[in-house]
């Protein structure tokens, strides 16, 4: 969607706003070309075009009277597994009927484009990887992989009980996911601490930057002198001190960033 490009803000240079329909600033395709390393961390809000419900919309049918943050924790999987079961069970289903969308493809694209890019998603729903990237890092684990609660290691088992048990202790087994309050995989937190303190341009793609230790990437990279870039409807507390904000959909940004910078 070729369009020209509304600048919000044109007052302050530092930090064009931009809307949709939006083409990309010449200076960002420029830093993208200059750049020696892309880091990007995406959120729900790039699997939003696919069908995929955000932790910020409302949930829909029997999951409409919950809170995912008071779902998504091991506190509410010991008080009720099955309630848990059933909510992870409707979401990998609904994860499993969709597509990636533009969004994701173009990310994929991306990567054959720069030098290095190292992808971080807190998504769980493996789209990323659908839509061809490869080794991304998944900050918060992944949907479709099973865990043991008890020795806390991924298990291959039958998940058809409504709350399965590990074949090798006989104890819950949960998805494969990172919870609220429990720590961030070590490998996939230093791997991104260090990606985000050494990439060139960073690209906050579809999140609300609420959630930590995520959230704190873009700052880092932001303090290590990287062009830090964010594409969000709805501009975050992060919109303020970065380079670019690109109001506009993940779907719609994303081919014509690749686009620009395949010319
Ligand atoms: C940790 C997996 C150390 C599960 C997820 C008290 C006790 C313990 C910890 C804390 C505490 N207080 C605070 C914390 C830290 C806590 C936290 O950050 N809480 C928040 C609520 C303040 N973090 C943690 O607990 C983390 N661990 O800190 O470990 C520790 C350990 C013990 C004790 C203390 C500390 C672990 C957090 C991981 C939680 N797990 N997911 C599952 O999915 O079931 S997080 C989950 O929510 C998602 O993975 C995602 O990361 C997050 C939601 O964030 P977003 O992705 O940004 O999505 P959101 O819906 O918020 O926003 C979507 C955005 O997209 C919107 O802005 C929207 O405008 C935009 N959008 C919409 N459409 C589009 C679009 N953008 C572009 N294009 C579009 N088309």
């Known amino acids: 969607m070729a369009a020209s490009c509304t600048t919000c803000c044109a007052s302050s240079p530092h930090n064009p706003t931009l809307t949709e329909p939006c083409r990309i600033p010449d200076a960002l395709i420029d830093a993208l070309r200059k750049a020696r390393h892309v880091c990007v961390l995406t959120g729900a809000g790039i699997s939003a075009e696919s069908g995929v419900p955000t932790f910020r919309d409302a949930q829909t049918g029997l999951w409409e009277q919950y809170n995912p943050q008071d779902l998504a924790t091991p506190e509410a999987f010991l008080r009720d597994p099955e309630l848990i079961w059933r909510w992870y069970r409707w979401r990998r289903d609904l994860v499993a009927a969709v597509e990636p969308n533009a969004g994701h493809v173009a990310l994929a694209r ?82 991104s601490f260090a990606a985000a303190a050494d990439c060139d341009v960073f690209l906050s793609i579809g999140t609300s930057s609420q959630v930590f230790p995520a959230a704190n990437l873009a700052e880092i990279a932001r303090d290590a002198s990287a062009v830090v870039v964010e594409v969000n409807p709805e501009p975050t507390d992060l919109a303020a001190s970065i380079h670019f904000a690109i109001q506009a959909r993940a779907g719609a940004v994303l081919p014509e960033l690749v686009d620009s910078l395949a010319e």
């Open 110 to 191: 991306l990567a054959t484009l720069v030098p290095r890019m190292t992808l971080i998603t807190q998504n769980v729903d493996g789209l990323h990887q659908r839509a061809g990237s490869r080794d991304v890092i998944e900050f918060h684990g992944n949907i479709f992989t099973n865990r043991c609660f008890v020795e806390n290691c991924i298990v291959d088992c039958d998940t058809s009980a409504k709350v399965p048990s590990c074949p090798h202790c006989g104890g819950h087994v949960r998805p494969g996911v990172v919870w609220f309050g429990e720590s961030i995989p070590s490998q996939a937190l230093n791997d």
